[in-house]
Nanobody, 123 residues
Framework: QVSLVESGGGLVQAGGSLRLSCAAS????????MGWFRQVPGQEREFVAT???????RYSDSVKGRFTIARDNAETTVVLQMNSLKPEDTAVYYC?????????????????WGQGTQVTVSS
């Protein structure tokens, strides 16, 4: 069992930066792939980034080169550094944990989810 709590969302102007953090509790954090997803009302949850147990990463094309995901197994945290933000990045961002080996990108592969944090980018 993994419990996830996100923080760091907020309002920022286009071109700015935000850093999202996800604090995980539970002894199985280090054995889970960690990911970030985002969702806009009326749309499906969208993959943003994922990081494997061994540190391999994968990003969606829409955020590649602007966002960076990192994890600290000792501190049981995963962060998402978001730079050069655009209005289309506005969404609720969710941290998630997956027992699937590798770098899964489907929401269905993730078993544990945080409550979400709002990110709003103004133009």
């Amino acid at each position: 069992q993994v419990s996830l709590v996100e923080s760091g969302g907020g309002l920022v102007q286009a071109g700015g930066s935000l850093r999202l953090s996800c604090a995980a509790s539970g002894r199985t954090f280090s054995s889970n792939t960690m990911g970030w997803f985002r969702q806009v009302p009326g749309q499906e949850r969208e993959f943003v980034a994922t990081i494997s147990i061994g540190g391999y990463t994968r990003y969606s094309d829409s955020v590649k080169g602007r966002f960076t995901i990192a994890r600290d197994n000792a501190e049981t945290t995963v962060v998402l550094q978001m730079n050069s933000l655009k209005p289309e990045d506005t969404a609720v961002y969710y941290c998630a944990a997956s027992p699937v080996y590798g770098i899964p990108q489907r929401a269905d592969d993730y078993a544990y989810w945080g409550q979400g944090t709002q990110v709003t980018v103004s133009s």
